[in-house]
């Protein structure tokens, strides 16, 4: 049997440095627990940009249809804010998650117990946090038509149009549901169908779907501005939050600071499930490219680490090397190991992007 297939796309700003310490976690899957991978890697946004005139090339994208799961880093920065729409990198990223039909992303919120005083909310208010979101990816605002900057008479108009199908709603339910049986079996959807039409429509078919299929998970409902509120108040009353993709972008990098920092949430995103029975997948850091720390040794590799734990979980059935790397990332916050972003408590060793993957390699091998 050949090995499973991965692509690594680094991408820009700190996206590189972070799969640094990736690339050696899945070196030692390889050295250690005879997980080997045929990993291949290629160039995705504002980098794909300077070598191509595009933030994708077409054989990249036509590669990672063909692989076992994809592996990103993160995508853009301040030299490329001023390119047309079309050729953003963020295109690059948006391309990849429509043409592989990345509908559901998961976005899980965990805190760990040694970063629990760090976050900017109470102690009580986080410590053993375990949430995840949902997030509709390939539709919604961020694909809907029409979109464009237009004259209207003497002035100009931005226009982008919120858009859900009744199918590509009860997709993402159905993932929700599904991922929240395996948890503590609650769902709570978020819409503003209080002023949005395609948010009553959400509510329609998420409760549809709900009474039809999965009536044994407890379903709540939220408006996304008050779920906002209460993710802030009271984290710990949700397991699953199922929402479009704008709302989905917001609410994930505000669950992101429960748990201390954006340096440490990992994303899955999948979409259905290719011949071998494997979902089409790509899994990245929920953080951005971080240009103004790029290339100084400052950028928490955790979360890209965790991404790949995704990886194994989902995309390769290995939910035991993933808990692995989790328990890994757990010990060496233990020993009071931080990288820059997560710096200011006393008694803590503040420790660089390559001395942090070092020490979680180091974890691996003493689990053994
Ligand atoms: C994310 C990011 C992306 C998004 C950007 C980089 C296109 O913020 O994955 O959350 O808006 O989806
Ligand atoms: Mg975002």
């Not at 948006?94 to 043409?99: A, D, P, T, W, Y």
């Not at 997948?281 to 890209?304: F, R, T």
Request: proline share 4%; hydrophobic share 40%; net charge negative.
């Amino acid at each position: 049997m050949s090995n499973p297939s991965l692509l690594i796309l680094p991408g820009d700003g700190i996206g590189p440095e972070v799969m640094a310490e990736v690339r050696k976690i899945i070196t030692w899957m390889g050295d250690k627990r005879d997980l080997t991978f045929d990993v291949s890697e290629d160039l995705v946004g504002g980098c794909a940009y300077d070598k191509h005139g595009v933030p994708l090339h077409d054989d990249t994208m036509a590669h990672a249809q063909e692989v076992d799961a994809v592996l990103l880093g993160a995508v853009g920065g301040p030299k490329y804010d001023d390119l047309d729409f079309s050729v953003k990198p963020e295109r690059g990223l948006l391309r990849l998650r429509k043409e592989m039909d990345l509908f559901s992303n998961l976005r899980p919120a965990q805190c760990f117990d040694a970063l629990a005083d760090f976050s900017s909310l109470k102690k009580d208010v986080v410590a053993g946090l375990d949430i995840v979101i949902v997030r509709e990816l390939t539709s919604g605002v961020y694909f809907g038509e029409p979109r464009g900057i237009f004259k209207e008479g003497n002035e100009r108009v931005g226009v982008n149009t919120q858009r859900y199908t009744e199918s590509e709603i009860a997709r993402v339910a159905r993932s929700a549901f599904e991922l929240a049986r395996k948890r503590n079996n609650k769902v709570c959807s978020m819409e503003k169908a209080n002023v949005m039409e395609s948010g009553q429509l959400w509510r329609d078919v998420v409760t549809e779907i709900h009474a039809a299929e999965y009536s044994d998970v407890e379903l709540s409902h939220m408006y996304a501005d008050a779920g906002a509120m209460q993710l802030c108040r009271w984290p710990k009353q949700f397991d699953v939050i199922v929402t479009d993709n704008l709302f989905g972008d917001m609410l994930s990098d505000m669950a992101a600071m429960l748990t201390g920092s954006l340096g440490m949430l990992p994303s899955a995103s999948l979409g259905v499930p290719m011949d071998n029975g494997r979902p089409k997948a790509l899994y990245e850091p929920v953080h951005g490219s971080a240009p103004d720390i790029a290339g100084q040794g400052k950028a928490n590799p955790i979360a890209c680490i965790l991404s790949f734990a995704m990886a194994l979980r989902y995309s390769f059935d290995r939910g035991d090397e993933a808990e692995r790397i989790e328990q890994a990332v757990e010990t060496v916050l233990a020993d009071g190991l931080r990288t820059a972003d997560l710096l200011g408590e006393e008694g803590v060793t503040p420790v660089s992007t390559s001395e942090m993957g070092d020490a979680i390699v180091a974890a691996l091998d003493a689990s053994l």
